[in-house]
């Protein structure tokens, strides 16, 4: 298992109801079809974007730091690529947090065996 974060970028025309249950329909695919564990969701809410998207301005940004098979991550991405509601994304891998927990992982072991 690997960890990852990915954000994305909804359509601010949707509404705000419409926003949080595509939040939740994502988290879903990520623990359903990726067979992933959720870490945490941080909901950035609308911001201005860098430059215009698809004749946008504004966009609703949401970020998921997740636990899941390497295997599968491509679904997620899969599921971005066909949702019109996601003007952008990124999935990355964690590597600085993989790290971090093994370290602690390894100084707790050498603790107990003292």
Known sequence: MRIYETMFIIDPRLSEEEREAFVEKVKSIITERVSGQIREVSRWGLRRLAYPIAHQS????????????????????EFYR??????????FRREDLEKKEKKVAQTSNVEQRE
């Open 82 to 91: 066909v949702t019109p509601q996601i003007i952008r994304w990124q999935t």
């Open 58 to 77: 504004e966009g609703d940004y949401t970020v998921i730091l997740f636990t899941a098979d390497p295997a599968n991550v491509n679904r997620l991405e």
